[in-house]
């Protein structure tokens, strides 16, 4: 499948490379430094080096009282004990404890970008230092994946705007289909009858379609309502009115907001164009029907569509090729409810 195989390319992408080692912290310089080293320079400093230092001052002297001195530096010992224990703590196992805490507090924020900085990898590693290791590995599996499933949702979205498209598009006109009418007009009827919103339905019919395919050929029939298609996408307005192929060669039109004038010459120029398209001499009859709360009953769309319909039944009986209005809807449009004049 498509998506899955652009998807693994961007994992496959992403795992052959090493992990980066972009800031989660400032490198701290004693980062490579083992844990027992560490200890062994915290040992040397504290027990080692202040008794070597006394006995030095003692040998040459440089003490007048070597028991003062000595009351003197367990004094000192019991009033650093515990700053000095923080600083050994942090310099020995808190300092990259806390760089591992605020390198997860970044994962847990979704920055799965972050890495733990880190020295090249030598063989006698302590274990915080592995740790560190283990976790940008962690990291770097986890954004993997993390843009693996966001190509994989986009991919996916994408396909199920296509398909939610498809399935409400007739392929030959690239008009709306039948499916998609059943499902607007209704709602833009309530909508009309809440709002006080103009709503209009046409119905088109192609004259003498019948004797196209019969003469021509199937191939004829339809290029014949790929002009019909085409004459209403370029007639009506993008985002106001929209058009249809119900089946066969019957179609349909929802125009809003549109006064009676402008919507009688809409349907002419529709008329005009379409029987300038095609060569085949077909015509098309058209009926139009405006919603109205006084003639409408619920359900609203059931019986516009069928005041439509009447009006284009009326237009084909006088030989087709024209435009017929509903009766009573070549009256001014009906004022919206709960508008002053």
Not at 52 to 77: F, H
């Amino acid at each position: 499948m498509q998506t899955v195989s652009a998807a693994d390319r961007v994992q496959a992408g992403q795992a052959a490379a090493m992990p980066r080692a972009s800031a989660a912290g400032k490198p701290r310089p004693m980062s490579g430094i083992g844990v027992t080293t560490r200890m062994r320079v915290v040992f040397l400093l504290l027990f080692a080096l202040p008794p070597g230092v006394a006995l030095y001052l003692l040998e040459n002297d440089m003490v007048a009282s070597p028991g003062r001195m000595l009351g003197l530096w367990l004094a000192g010992a019991l009033v650093l004990t515990l700053p000095l224990s923080r600083l050994a703590a942090r310099f020995v196992v808190l300092g990259d404890v806390a760089a591992i805490n605020a390198f997860c507090a970044a994962l847990r924020r979704g920055e799965y970008q972050r890495r733990l900085p880190l020295p090249p990898q030598g063989d006698d590693e302590h274990e915080l230092l592995r740790l560190k290791r283990d976790l940008n590995w962690l990291a770097h599996g986890v954004e993997t994946r993390e843009t693996w499933l966001s190509a994989l949702l986009d991919e996916t979205k994408r396909r199920e705007r296509h398909f939610a498209d498809l399935s409400r598009t007739d392929g030959l006109t690239g008009l709306f289909n039948r499916r998609h009418f059943d499902a607007t007009l209704p709602e833009l009827a309530e909508e009309a009858a809440s709002c006080g919103h103009s709503l209009w339905l046409a119905f088109l019919d192609c004259d003498a379609f019948k004797g196209v395919n019969d003469r021509f050929g199937h191939p004829a029939g339809d290029a014949v309502l790929a002009g019909m298609g085409k004459t209403l996408l370029d007639s009506t307005r993008e985002g106001l009115d929209m058009p249809f192929r119900l089946g066969g060669d019957e179609f349909a039109v929802l125009l809003t907001r549109n006064p009676l004038t402008p919507i009688q010459l809409s349907a002419e120029r529709i008329r005009r164009r379409f029987a300038a398209c095609q060569e085949y001499g077909v015509s098309a009859s058209i009926g139009l029907a405006r919603f109205d709360p006084r003639q409408d009953a619920r359900p609203y769309a059931v019986s516009l569509a069928a005041r439509c319909d009447a009006a284009l039944y009326a237009a084909k009986a006088g030989g087709g090729d024209a435009v017929s209005v509903a009766p009573g809807d070549d009256a001014p449009a009906p004022q919206a409810p709960g508008k002053g004049r």
